[in-house]
């Protein structure tokens, strides 16, 4: 089972449309960390945020916002106002247990059109 | 940007031969991993380590495996490479030192194995 799932493959939107990239997650632990990454065209992966799981607190940082609900497993990622450069895929994470486990989404690919 | 490089960047061989892959960091982090990227799969966790000479599986570990007798330095070597090892892999450090902490992540090596 994927522990990990980002349901949504592909998506399009017009420049200055929000998007919504959508992470469901799976785990057992009571004390885990999720994360966010973006891997533009160039092939780099960049880090964008660190949640751990006692934290449901909403963060925001610039067009870039993340919803985090333990009641749903899910962490949800919001682009407002999507611009050009934010055509990337974008890779959810998880990290559990006692060792050094990551798992990754398939992640989504964002194609924002001008 | 944390300071790993990945050697070398490309890379083509034949079925049936060795191959070792070459991560460097100039971070002292104590963590570090082998990831395989592929079509449908996201990220996919080879093996990692938490120290000099200590290390552990990922999720994909079969027909891998893995080095480190410096803390800067960590190899991924496929003993007698495969079709199904065609990869883009990267390698990454945890920031901070556990599992909790962001990793980042090298360029990436394109790896084809005719």
């Known amino acids: 089972a994927q522990k990990v799932t980002q349901a949504q493959t592909e998506i399009s939107v017009v420049e200055k449309e929000d998007v919504t990239l959508d992470c469901v997650y799976e785990?057992?632990?009571?004390?885990?960390?999720l994360f966010w990454y973006k891997q533009p065209p160039s092939g780099e992966l960049v880090f964008l945020i660190r949640?751990?799981?006692?934290?449901?607190q909403n963060e925001i940082s610039g067009r870039y916002s993340w919803n985090f609900q333990k009641s749903t497993s899910s962490f949800n990622f919001t682009i407002t106002a999507s611009q050009v450069v934010d055509s990337a895929v974008y890779f959810c994470?998880?990290?559990?247990?006692?060792?050094?486990?990551?798992?990754f989404g398939t992640g989504t690919s964002l194609t924002v059109i001008p | 940007d944390a300071g790993i490089t990945q050697s070398p960047r490309h890379k083509v061989t034949e079925t049936g031969t060795p191959v070792t892959l070459r991560c460097h960091q100039t971070?002292?982090?104590?963590?570090m991993y082998w990831y395989r990227q592929d079509p449908g799969h996201g990220l996919r966790l080879i093996h990692y380590?938490?120290?000099?000479?200590?290390?552990d599986k990922g999720e994909v570990s079969d027909g891998y495996s893995v080095s480190r007798s410096k803390t800067e330095d960590f190899l991924l070597t496929l003993e007698s490479a495969t079709s199904s090892q065609t990869s883009v892999y990267f390698c990454?450090?945890?920031?901070?030192?556990?599992?909790?902490?962001?990793?980042?992540f090298g360029p990436g090596t394109r790896l084809t194995v005719t």
């Open positions: 990454a450090i945890s920031s901070g030192g556990d599992r909790s902490y962001e990793q980042y």
């Open positions: 785990t057992r632990d009571t004390t885990y960390y």
């Open positions: 949640r751990n799981s006692f934290d449901e």
């Open positions: 994470a998880l990290s559990e247990g006692a060792g050094n486990q990551f798992y």
């Open positions: 971070e002292n982090h104590r963590y």
């Open positions: 380590s938490y120290g000099v000479k200590d290390t």
